[in-house]
């Protein structure tokens, strides 16, 4: 019950192709291919091409072949090979490759592609071949970062990755002499862990060897690749107008391109305390149409202002707030209309691992003060501490300790942009960072003010804690999801100070940053789960344990729908004969909401419930992140005061022609039941293939318009209650309809 819609980079997306028959005839030396394209039959006489990917022995339907001197692979056999991710756009005619934080979109029969945001040239246009997609396998495996060799003379092509990339996961093992347990029973709800009073348990007095004993790395910082760009001189131009701010690569996040409608006359530029970078852009007007814009997916910047600073002189004042301090360059562009703010990588010159009076502490020594982020890791227990964004020339280390948690460290570069150290730790404990001074970061590690807790991130992500007390009543657990703010409390009915203490239980993971354990204003324990996306809970007794399990909505209920309130807060929507488009909005899904209460099996995940304002973007991403089988935004209508009636908008998709189901299909559903329980004029279903939470969301969406607010008959019956009650009950049944025609099967 998905739609297709266009997708950014996300590792683990599903591959979709059609596999067809390739007509061969093999003569003598030669491979005689039969190939159609174009619309025309061609013969097709070359020796065979062998294709090794990451050493394997790559065979496929439809072999490489060599066309206009480039040589073409089929997309599928060989990304799988490579571990990246490819998709093809049959709709569009484009393919999607990615790997990493690198997307590229090639379009067949075009030179030109899209990296990352930018337009790239091609030797050559991707063709359907024999009806595989087949594109050139130099152009995208070097930009999605492998080496491409062609071996000549015995006509080989080999793609591998750059040497020392192709055992990133064997710096998350332990150490091999460590000894640890890593065999896990997957059917088992709860690792075997003995009853203790704490899990933190065993932990050795300060100070230990690594007191005295620390383990250090160092190196010089390499200068010769710094350069410095040309200063900007002062060309004094005509007032111009800005007029656009992106990002021109996602790998880091660290080039900014700021474009101008003329030539820029001149620009000043400073960084500021509190991680700040100040452009003053003279002789130009703000026109931009985002005035705050927040950064996804940079290692470096967090959000970007702009403003008209100063009316007389003219000056455009953009800020770049900064994820930790950092240096840069600005190059303006040899005509003046852009300039391009580039973040320098910070230098990484020692890595010292040590114990003070607090515990042990991993200190990171660089240019800058070193941006980390750290991630926990289980089954055995590990810090990650991942440094993004950084040139270093440290060796590689791979020791065993003795500090009072930390056992072991081995570090390596992670990739072409990330340092990464682990630490193996006994037991979980608590730890801090600190930037201390310029070019001073520290992971401080502690033990922890919480206990009876602990934190399983494997097949299954969990979370064990110890009962209260053995006759302890899992029924009395009261959960509150705060979902829109990815915030999901569960609240134990007495304060539980005593068993679990209070504290901040970081994680880092890809599915929750931390725990909050403390009491809440009515004096009881509550467990505060900050999540990175929207995830649903499952509590379980195991005997003297709690289990927690954190699971995708997907996982835990079959029937999902997010219903959303149209307009709301600062946007009233539609005004109308005394009428408030989002007061009716409002009233309509809070009816909808009681009579989806009788209904426990349909989980139902609201955009509001009060009178705020998420915005476009917070609906649509609610409901991708849920994986919802159906979008359902409730509004009511307005032009002029002779319009009146009911109808639905729906985004148009290749499934509207087939049995499956379709935004279309919902749509008349739900327009067939309103008309008919309400009586207002049918106006039909209406294509609204631009409008943002029906282009957006990849489920089924409609915008249900009930009526006109700018008609007085319209009014009339919106301004009545049980109208509005109807309204509801329509719409419900809809949903009913919906579910019990076109099952989800989960």
Known sequence: MKKIKPMAYILGVILIFNLLFVNMVYAGETNEMILEYDGQTHIYKERPIQLVVRGKDIQGEMPPIVFNGNTLVPIREVFEAMEAVVEWKPETKEVYAGMNDTLVILKTNSNIAWVNGEDKNIPMAPKIINNKVMIPIRFVAETIGFNVEWMKSERIVKIDLPEGENNNNELEKPIEDKETNNETDKDA????????????????????????????????????????????????????????IQSLDTTGGSQFKVSASSPITFLEHMALE???????????????????????????????????????PKVVRVVFDLKNQGDYNIRMASDRRSFILEMKKANLNRVELSQNSRGDVLTLYGSTNPNVKVLRLTNPNRLVIDIPYIETNLEDIEELVRGQYVKGIRTARFDGNTYRIVLDVDNQPEYEVVSSGKGKTSVQIIPPTYKNIQYINQDKTQVMIKKPSKDFDIKTIKHDDDYMNRI??????????????????????????????????????????????????????????????????????????????????????????????????????????????????????????????????????????????????????????????????????????????????????????????????????????????????????????????????????????SFRQNAAKAIFEGILTIFERYPTNR
Do not use: C, W
Not at 218 to 231: C, G, Y
Not at 274 to 303: P, R
Not at 304 to 312: D, E, K
């Open 189 to 244: 709800p709860i690792p075997d862990i003995p009853v203790e009073s704490d899990f933190n348990r065993d932990i050795p007095k300060l100070p230990t060897k690594l007191a005295t004993n620390p383990i250090i790395v160092e190196s010089k910082p390499d200068s010769s690749k710094e350069q410095t760009p040309p200063s900007i001189e002062r060309v004094q131009n005509p007032t111009t107008d800005i007029i656009g």
């Open 274 to 312: 509190g991680n700040k970078i100040v452009i003053d852009i003279d002789n130009a007007n703000m026109k931009l149409s985002q005035t705050n814009i927040t950064v996804e997916n940079s290692n470096t910047v967090k959000s970007i202002r702009s403003s008209q600073f100063s009316s007389n």
């Open 488 to 721: 999901y409390k569960i609240i134990l009915p007495e304060d539980y100070y005593l068993t679990y203490g209070e504290g901040v239980f970081h994680l880092g993971d890809g599915k929750l940053d931390s725990i909050q354990i403390g009491r809440n204003s009515n004096n009881k324990t509550e467990f505060k789960f900050i999540q990175k996306s929207v995830f649903a809970y499952d509590v379980l007794d195991e005997g003297e344990y709690i289990i927690i399990s954190i699971l995708k909505p997907t996982e835990k209920y079959s029937k999902i729908m997010v219903l959303d309130a149209g307009h709301g807060g600062k946007d009233p929507g539609a005004l109308g004969n005394g009428l408030v488009e989002k007061e009716l909005n409002l009233d309509i899904t809070l009816k909808l909401n009681a009579l989806l209460a009788s209904r426990p099996d349909i989980k139902v995940y609201n955009t509001r419930t009060s009178d705020t304002y998420p915005s476009l973007e917070d609906r649509s991403k609610l409901a991708n992140e849920i994986g919802a089988d159906i979008f359902v935004s409730v509004h009511n209508n307005s032009f002029t005061s002779e319009h009146k009636g009911t109808e639905t908008l729906y985004f148009p998709t290749h499934l509207d022609t087939t049995a499956q189901f379709s935004g279309k299909k919902m749509a008349q559903i739900f327009q067939n039941v309103l008309v008919q329980q309400l009586g207002t004029k049918d106006r039909g279903l209406k294509e609204r293939p631009g409008l943002y939470v029906l282009r957006t969301t990849k489920m089924p969406a409609v915008i249900i318009e009930v009526a006109f607010l700018s008609n007085k008959d319209d009014a009339n019956l919106l301004r009545s209650d």
